[in-house]
């Protein structure tokens, strides 16, 4: 009989692990990938859906592609999961398995205010589009809910685009952008080199930038910090707080905050050996970013220690632990790089630095996206 491999969830470590896997092991392995949704979504194109540089057709495939793959796929939702019989339970029956691999991803939880501009949803990417449509002038704020938010630069980067946006519109002159931030600068925890060269850029745009700002209430056009400093806006985007997936969370694989216990090295569960967990479910335990690219490697990685348990050795990929995101200010851009090797070892920081900065850049982040289709669901 075939070993069945089940991926919950179509994200990019998901995505990345299903495909992997059936290259490795093809007609030894029967690879199942169960996702709520009909599409996968490029996610670092939300913006570019927001400013009116893609359609929602144009960043998505259908999941029904992985069929020509040789993978399964089933559209339904994960009720639970019973690790200890093997099993998961959806919205169209229960699923046995050999291996698991949770990639669940985290959930918005509810904004503390009435509309959804922030682009971490096609949904929020398309209501800020007509937001920005009917924008006649005044001030635009970006701010975030919390500190855990799937992408860490994004907030910066929506912002560069909104600038961008309103100077195309001719109406950047009767606007002023600004954004807050728990940190006290820009992606502080990357260094000073990245918030340094961050905060050139956004001063370049001239964004204000608000640091060490934790918003405690929104109410009559204003978002008030816990220290009592106040701003005032005319449009908000506010990015929600997000949760580990409620399913997981939920689970015999959850830890005491909710994100799973697994092993910092092969991300295997601690109390279950077949099943691993990667992406943002698990990241947050991890300290490791939330973010597509560590999703990514960890989908990669984890392929080849699941082959290593069926063949006897080892014939993936190694686990890179390195994050690296294009962030496209809408007419510049930057790709800052770090290295996690020693947080998870738990000996030290990230270590941080800029690979490339330019308008260049850009095109990158564009030719990535075709790239992205054309190896995994195309």
Known sequence: MKIKILVLGGGTGGLVAANKIKKLLGNDVEVTLVDKNAYHEFMPAYPWVALGMREPDQIRRPFSNLEKRGINFIQATVESIDPANNKVKTSVGDITYDYLIVSLGVEPMPLPVKENY????????????????????????????????????????????????????????????????????????????????????????????????????????????????????????????????????????AGPNGF?????????????????????????????????????FQGEYVAGVIVSDLKGAYIGEPFNPVAMCIMDFGDNAILPQCSFDKVLAGTGMPSCGVMAVGKWVRIAKILFEGFWFATLIE
């Open 260 to 296: 799973p216990e697994v092993d910092k090295i092969t991300f295997r569960s601690i109390r279950f050996p077949n099943v691993f967990v990667i992406g943002d479910v698990v990241n947050g335990s991890l300290m490791l970013p939330p973010a597509g690219v560590v999703a990514h």
């Open 118 to 253: 922030a682009p971490w949803s096609l949904e929020g990417a398309l209501n800020l589009r007509e937001a920005i449509k009917k924008f006649k002038g005044g001030k635009v704020v970006v701010g975030v809910s919390s500190l855990y938010y799937p992408c860490p630069p994004a907030p910066f980067e929506v912002a560069g685009q909104i600038e961008f946006a309103l100077k195309v519109k001719g109406i950047r002159g009767k606007s002023m952008i600004e954004v807050f931030h728990f940190h006290p600068l820009p992606l502080a925890p990357m260094g000073p080199v990245i918030a340094g060269k961050i905060m050139e850029i956004l001063k370049s745009k001239n964004i204000t930038f608000h640091g060490s700002f934790e918003p405690i209430a929104f109410e009559n056009g204003k978002v008030k910090a816990k220290d009592g400093r106040e701003i005032e806006y005319d449009l908000l985007v506010l990015v929600p707080s997000f949760a580990p997936n409620k399913v997981v969370r939920e689970s015999p694989l």
